[in-house]
């Protein structure tokens, strides 16, 4: 079972640009899908951004554009990189891992899961 722990969170203003780093740690890190995923309250989680083993990437409509998720094999982490951030992207941020290695954006599909970070865009 691999571990992740998510770091990066916080509070910013309206327009401004955090980074978000999801470290993974007991498996094979390369091999893994990677997501990013958020719950605003009183929302359902939803599907923001994903990665595959091979880089292949996909997003949410709602974030394409703007965020920007990578992987750093090497040190056995991914990024999400959020820039002209939005009161309507508060929440907290979750990162998954799939070992089945492809991009999903699919919650189910996903095997391990961090505890969250949270982001939270003042207007």
């Known amino acids: 079972q691999v571990q992740l722990v998510e770091s990066g969170g916080g509070l910013v203003q309206a327009g401004g640009s955090l980074r978000l780093s999801c470290a993974a740690s007991g498996r094979s890190f390369s091999a893994f899908g990677m997501g990013w995923f958020r719950q605003a309250p009183g929302k359902e989680r939803e599907f923001v951004a994903t990665?595959?083993?091979?880089?292949?990437?996909y997003y949410a409509d709602s974030v394409k554009g703007r965020f920007t998720i990578s992987r750093d094999n090497a040190k056995g982490t991914v990024y999400l990189q959020m820039n002209s951030l939005k009161p309507e992207d508060t929440a907290v941020y979750y990162c998954?891992?799939?070992?089945?290695?492809?991009?999903?954006?699919?919650?189910?599909?996903?095997?391990?899961w961090g505890q969250g970070t949270q982001v939270t865009v003042s207007s």
């Open positions: 990665i595959s083993w091979s880089g292949i990437t």
């Open positions: 998954a891992a799939t070992y089945t290695g492809y991009a999903s954006m699919t919650g189910s599909n996903y095997n391990s």
